[in-house]
């Protein structure tokens, strides 16, 4: 042990969104450095918005990200609307819901096939692995064009919704696509299986270090569109006392802000949704969790990547009840509802990297004055780098590249998507 | 060449980025001339792997795209994937890197690739941030334009 020397520097890490590095210093056996350093740029959205018009900031937002982008959308709505008074209509609220598990199911599908099961399946990337496992890569281009098409047909556009608006709608979808998209998604169910089995036949490594997670909670259903703040340590909060419960704060080693609550770092994302919502997951996603081993309260972030895959499992499952209740109902051509008055608004949407917050100030002409948006990757940076901390130690023995993995895969398994927060893990190892 | 056989024509780009959205700036003004009926033109934006199934099923994929040279800002460099070496090939990507080879190397060994697939390659002034291609090629755009679709006719 005390002759061990172990030098990582990774600059920019692959397979993640956006750039980061990771260096990790160890010698004759004591671990002097262990940073998880997030390099990204900042992005200015939050000050690109001031000035501008309530009707525009949620396709503003929505480019922070072409990957959560309807979340972004949505949690930008819920924040003005909130903002300005406007109660949006209950099939508006059935709408977003059934948009926001499409990008769900999309995210997950990505992150978890393309970006974390190249690890598990000792391939680089997805182009060996298209040729390596053909039919996993064929699976994954399937459901990811089922949720890109859900998200096309509900929002307008597979990317940067277009039909969302304040208060409403612009556009509907016809009783006939939503027929047949629910139907493609009830088929899907064989995709889901299959899933589940690649995922059961996977290696994932045994950590743990207990933390705290934050997720959005609901008594109607498994949070992810509407709810209060939960956590693990500290129960249930209203929306409107995020500040609370983020804490952000400025770390010289990273351009994204780090955050806290109850603890030094707590842990956001599919993870946390599980562990805080269990009870509400679909009895289908319950057997595949008790399959794949996953049961709350987790504490090993490795597993963040099976959560994503229950939840996956859950999405598909609550599209489908969703599209029968919008069916049933009938689907109406409603105007959006549109008020404009001075006032500040939360809007907070659990979107697939964990919970996000939109915050708004508008004076009474509409126009925005302030905004402040936290993003779920910022909450997560402080957990992975005391997680990095206590790994290091424990697999510091093994052989280099072994660590070098081990470490890439702990970051991948929070999905981090720096871009949003500010992507690249590039792992240097210095052995002296 | 049959009237069955789909041609896709895919504009891929980032239109943040001035010329390097000129593979969007391009489709979106072919998509407004008459077409056959087995002439498909999409906007495939930053599509990644998502490019796989626009291509699925094409007999010819004519890909429109920003690119770094061989000419001067405005020449067009109409080519096969299989006449040139991808010096990045062993990159590892990020999904911000899925480039346009990559995505045909994974849609091959998904066997999805086109059975033929040309590449519109016109050659870029600038990279900075603007919504419109740069004067350079905007001065061109109607040759631009005239080699898209002549690439696109013999794809017919």
Redo the contacts between chains.
Sequence with gaps: MSEINVNINVHYL????GHGNLVINVEKGTVERCEWQVVEAPRFFEAMVVGREFHELSYITSRIC??CSIGHTLASLKATEAALGIEITPQTRLLRRILVQGENVQSHV?HTY??AAPDFLGV????PL??SH?DV??RA?RM??LA?DLCDIFGGR??HPNSTTVGGFTKFPTEEEVVAIRQRYIDARDDVVETMKLFKSLQIPAFERETEFIALTSDEEYAIYDGDIASTDTGRHPVEDYLKMTNEWVHPRSTAKYAKANRDSFFVGALARFNLNYDKLTPFAKEVAETLGLKPTCHNPYMNNVAQVIETVHGIDEVVRLTTELLENGIRHEDPVRKIQAGRGVGAVDVPRGILYHDYTYNDAGICEKANCIIPTNQNHANIQLDLEKLVPEIMTRPEKEIELMCEMLVRAYDPCI?CST??LNVEFIRR | MSDQHQVVVVGVGNELLQDEGVGLHVVRALVRDEWPANVRIVDGGTGGYDLVEHMAGAHHLVLVDALAGPGAPGDVVVFRPEDVVDRNADMEESLHEARPLEVLRVAEALGARPPHVTVVGIVVASLEPALTVSPALSARWDTILDAARAAIRAAL
């Excluded at chain 1, 692959?14 to 969104?17: N, S």
């Excluded at chain 1, 680089?124 to 182009?127: L, P």
């Design positions: 692959t397979r993640v969104e072409g990957i990505l393309f970006l680089k990337s997805v182009v298209a040729s053909p890569v064929k281009l990811k064009k890109n597979t990317v871009s992507h690249l």
